[in-house]
């Protein structure tokens, strides 16, 4: 059949439109099909920008022939770890609005425990943060960290490179599907990723790039 033209010129168009529609409703990450207007990709989770592209550091920063094959997550222990540090700065924030109402501001007693509450809160709230914008992918051709909110940091170790990563996991860790990962690098280099996802798999997608 004839393939399609440009009306005013009459040059031919390469490459299928719909083909090309498809594609672009796909997830960069995963290759999930994103349903209209997607914010999230309900398959991996990954923030999707307002054209339906991946906001992720990490895949604004692929090279070309480069795809992702897995994005670890945080698991949901780091969440409660952070979450006891709110509730701590609930309870001295309780404790200084109790003392003010009923005993009047006094500095020496009262200053500390505002001090201890807004300390634990703002580690409350870096650390929520922070969970959000970690990045700890695997691709095809490389292995990329990245952390940090206001001092970004990334680590990038090419798949050649790689001369061990190993897991690590406690009891607790056992128990509830997290562990330790620490990748090194040829050189010396290294990187530890605490309290991870699923970290065997992880490694899994690894090993099976290198083979």
Request: aromatic residues 14%; hydrophobic residues 40%.
């Amino acid at each position: 059949s004839m393939g399609k033209t440009c009306p005013n010129c009459g040059c031919p168009i390469e490459g299928n439109t719909t083909e090309n529609k498809q594609t672009d409703n796909c997830c960069p990450d995963c290759g999930a099909i994103l349903p209209p207007n997607a914010t999230v990709c309900p398959s991996c989770g990954c923030q999707l920008n307002k054209q339906g592209g991946s906001s992720s550091f990490t895949s604004q920063n692929l090279i070309q022939g480069e795809k992702i094959l897995c994005s670890a997550k945080w698991h949901w222990i780091n969440y409660v770890l952070f979450g006891i540090l709110g509730f701590v700065s609930f309870v001295f924030l309780m404790l200084f609005l109790d003392s003010i109402i009923y005993s009047g501001f006094d500095f020496e007693l009262d200053g500390p425990i505002l001090a201890y509450s807004l300390v634990f809160a703002l580690f409350f709230i870096y650390g929520i943060i922070s969970l959000k914008h970690n990045e700890f992918v695997v691709t095809n051709m490389r292995i990329f960290i990245k952390s940090g909110i206001f001092i970004r940091a990334s680590y990038e170790l090419r798949l050649e490179m790689l001369e061990s990563i190993q897991v690590y996991q406690g009891i607790f860790g056992r128990i509830f599907g997290y562990g330790i990962i620490l990748v090194r690098g040829i050189g010396g280099s290294w990187k530890i990723i605490m309290r991870l996802e699923s970290p065997f798999e992880f490694r899994q997608h690894i090993f099976m790039e290198l083979r």
